[in-house]
């Protein structure tokens, strides 16, 4: 994997010194203006093609933004070449060809990056699932852990474990959430709310309408990102044993 991120990050410079390869074979003209600002701009895409090859997103996503700012560095590069030197005016058409294929190539990385369908978590239905009233049980977040820990690899989820009184009905929970978001039941007056969109931004509003529908004694949340949902599930509960409503409230930007 490094080997790979070190050759793409490379890829951009090397494309760069390729459009300017022509400076040393034909002869120099007088005024380095406009020729320099092509050449500062032409180091500036490169040097974000190069960064880019670090991002967070798929390999094929990864390598179309690289190529297609790179192959844009190069057709700058070859502007910069033809406004310093006497070159032929075909080298200067082909860095408007390689123009006209970074686009393409950047609208393809584009076209990559929204195509990719969310990653829904399955619905359970059945008694041994949910309680009348829609609440999930623990049984359930066991049969969804896997499904929630690949989600969450896409998208960024929030865990939000809550303590009510013990008989608290889980309806006013369920009316206060999104169609997305998932409630738990784990225990007596204990709920494990998951929202699954908008991430840790989401988490306000939605704790706003919590709040004002039941009366929290203690509350908790953590961004998960992927891992053992096991794991953070316990932490969550060591957490909520210890915080209450002293706490820094969640509302609050």
Not at 122 to 132: A, M, N, V, W
Not at 198 to 220: C, D, H, M, N
Request: charged letters at 15%; proline letters at 9%; a positive charge.
């Amino acid at each position: 994997m490094l080997v790979a991120m070190s050759w793409l990050s490379l890829l951009p410079w090397a494309l760069l010194v390729l459009g300017l390869l022509p400076l040393g074979s034909y002869p120099a003209r007088s005024s380095l203006y406009p020729g320099v600002v092509f050449l500062v701009a032409a180091l500036t895409l490169a040097g974000a093609a190069s960064l880019y090859s670090r991002a967070p997103v798929g390999p094929r996503v990864r390598v179309l933004w690289v190529l297609g700012l790179g192959f844009l560095a190069y057709s700058l590069a070859c502007q910069s070449a033809f406004a310093l030197a006497f070159l032929p005016s075909g080298l200067y058409a082909l860095g408007g060809w390689v123009a006209l294929g970074s686009g393409v190539t950047l609208l393809t990385a584009l076209y990559q990056s929204l195509r990719r369908e969310p990653f829904w978590v399955p619905r359970l239905e059945g008694s041994q699932y949910r309680d009348p009233s829609g609440a999930m049980n623990r049984n359930a977040l066991h049969a969804l852990a896997p499904s929630l820990e690949a989600a969450a690899t896409r998208r960024p989820l929030v865990l939000l474990l809550m303590q009510t009184p013990p008989n608290q009905d889980p309806t006013p929970i369920l009316r206060s959430l999104r169609g997305p978001d998932l409630l738990f039941q784990m225990g007596e007056g204990v709920f494990l709310v998951i929202l699954q969109n908008g991430g840790p931004e989401a988490a306000g509003p939605v704790f706003r309408r919590l709040k004002a529908a039941v009366p929290l004694q203690a509350y908790t949340a953590l961004p998960f990102k992927g891992g053992s949902l096991k794991k953070a599930l316990e932490q969550l509960e060591a957490e909520l044993s210890q915080i209450y409503l002293t706490q820094p409230d969640l509302t609050e930007p």
